[in-house]
């Protein structure tokens, strides 16, 4: 099974580092020298990992093969993608990876139906779980044990308890003080 692990971004000095968009919770098993990875788009790889390194909070990345900027550059955009054993898990029993909840349903604490995951948005600081409802809509669910308490990969369903108003605008509560209507009290309907 293919996983994507980083995405490659801008050169970094003149000597073949990029700096890459990491995209695993196991970068130092991914992403280690002598990994070789493939790419997409195909054609650019594979690539293999010469060296790594932190440098101000992002990880840099040189490939053999790879001596200047201008190579660097070429690869900007590149996505890197590790084969995995399907069978293989995470060692943390909290973290998984994404083609492990992609297609499970998704229901309330209570039960209620609410659809099934299309696929994981991986942003800066946190994830999104992409539903598909029955009847064809997207929610973003914020991927946070508060909201999925409870991920059970032999039932395939993921638990979620979610707050007023994240399912749909008709679940919020609205109080109406002077004229102004307030989601839970708290800021501004909209």
Known sequence: MQLVVAR???????????????RTDEPELRLGPGAVLLTDPAATGPLTIESGRVHSGRLLLRFEGVKDRTGAEALR???????????????????????????????????????????????????????????????????????????DLHEQRAVIDPPPGLLSDEDAVVDTVDGDAEADGKGDAE
């Open 77 to 151: 955009n590149t996505l890197l993608i590790a084969e995995v054993d399907p069978e293989e898990v995470p060692e943390d029993p909290e973290e998984f990876y994404d083609h492990q909840l992609i297609d499970i349903d998704v229901v309330t604490k209570d039960g209620a139906e609410v659809g099934r995951i299309a696929e994981i948005a991986h942003l800066p600081g946190h994830d999104l779980l992409i539903v598909k409802t029955p009847e064809g809509r997207e929610v973003m669910i914020p991927f946070v044990t508060e909201i999925v308490p409870e991920i």
């Open 8 to 22: 490659i971004g801008r050169a970094h000095g003149i000597k073949g580092e990029v700096t890459v968009e990491v």
